[in-house]
């Protein structure tokens, strides 16, 4: 299995539909070429912020095939093949490899909750072994998933049982944990933080990559205030921060995912619609979001080009 260290910021992509809700392939190259341009590092496809358990298998796949031949290999793409059935998650995991995904990434089933290491060890596994030579990072968000695991045991068992695992996506907020999971075994595992307005502290910690939603509105003002950090500016970094942490609580006004979506079209980015049970903002709150939006003065300092008027 080829090494994989995952490095910078990774955006989260979303997934658009029509209005009738059907995927919406066709705007992916647009879409990753205006994210290349803002300066993201690489792409995590199907995840949270892609709505990739409202998708079909096959539209899941379809995706993944699009996206890699859009990336052209310029940035590494992460694809999220977690599901409820394992069966279907190999398949995915078979599918990502065999289309040239860099890494599969996988969440833990969620209905019938995961309550032990033992079992999620077993059942990343069997998503795992389904790509033999991809790089694993198993998707821990406890937030969704309900899965109360120690992820630091986890990381221990399972990466003495899991040959090709790569390290983690850790989306929650402990970043004394994450701190362990970070120093386990010498640094053995590539552990990417998942909550972007703590980046600073992540990076405080150590994080060294991070994968995110807002990254694809904002990648610019991200990677400043990682520079910031690298180079001992810590009041700009801070600053920088709170930016983000302004912008985030705005959005989280309204639905994210239909908010982020809404920002990404008065950006020029192609966003789409969301799929139930996510909904789209009304014509009322779009333009209430932009007020808000530029009251905070986001679209000066998001650091994307914009639009022409008109």
């Known amino acids: 299995m080829a090494s994989l260290s995952l490095e910078g910021l990774i955006a989260a992509t979303v997934t658009s539909f029509t209005e009738s809700g059907d995927v919406c392939t066709d705007v992916i190259g647009p879409m990753i070429d205006r994210l290349m341009e803002s300066g993201v590092d690489g ?20 995706v993944v095939e699009a996206t890699v031949e ?31 995904a860099a890494a599969i990434s996988a969440t833990c089933p969620s209905y019938f909750k995961i309550s032990d290491t033992e079992t999620l060890v077993a ?52 970043l004394h944990q994450y701190q362990q999971c970070l120093s386990l075994d010498g640094g053995r595992f590539d552990v990417l933080w998942g909550c972007d307005e703590m980046l600073l502290g992540a990076l405080a910690t150590g994080a060294r990559g991070a994968i995110g939603s807002t990254y694809n509105i904002a990648a610019p003002l991200y990677q400043s205030l990682i520079a910031a950090f690298a180079a001992g500016e ?19 006004r309204y639905s ?33 979001l932009r007020t808000q939006l530029e009251s905070i003065g986001f679209f000066e300092w998001c650091g994307h080009r914009q639009p022409p008027q008109g």
């Open 256 to 288: 994210f995912h239909a908010a982020l979506k809404a920002i990404m079209q008065m950006l020029g980015m192609p966003g789409g619609a969301c799929r139930l049970p996510l909904r789209d903002l009304t014509g009322d709150e779009a333009m209430t």
């Open 43 to 62: 792409l995590y496809v199907c995840g949270s912020t892609g709505e990739g358990m409202s998708l079909t298998c096959k539209e899941r796949k379809r």
């Open 123 to 174: 059942s990343m596994s069997e998503i795992a072994t389904a790509a033999p030579q991809t790089p694993f990072y198993y998707y821990h968000i406890p937030s969704l998933t309900g899965s109360p695991i120690d992820v630091v045991e986890f990381l221990q068992r399972g990466g003495d049982k899991i040959a090709t695992f790569a390290g983690l996506k850790y989306t929650d907020t402990l």
């Open 70 to 100: 859009a990336a052209r290999g310029r940035v590494p793409v992460v694809v999220q093949v977690g599901h409820n059935s394992l069966k279907d998650a190999r398949d995915l995991a078979e599918h990502a490899a065999l289309n040239g």
């Open 234 to 252: 810590t009041g700009s970094a801070r600053d920088l921060q709170s930016r983000s942490v302004e912008m985030i609580s705005v959005m989280k």
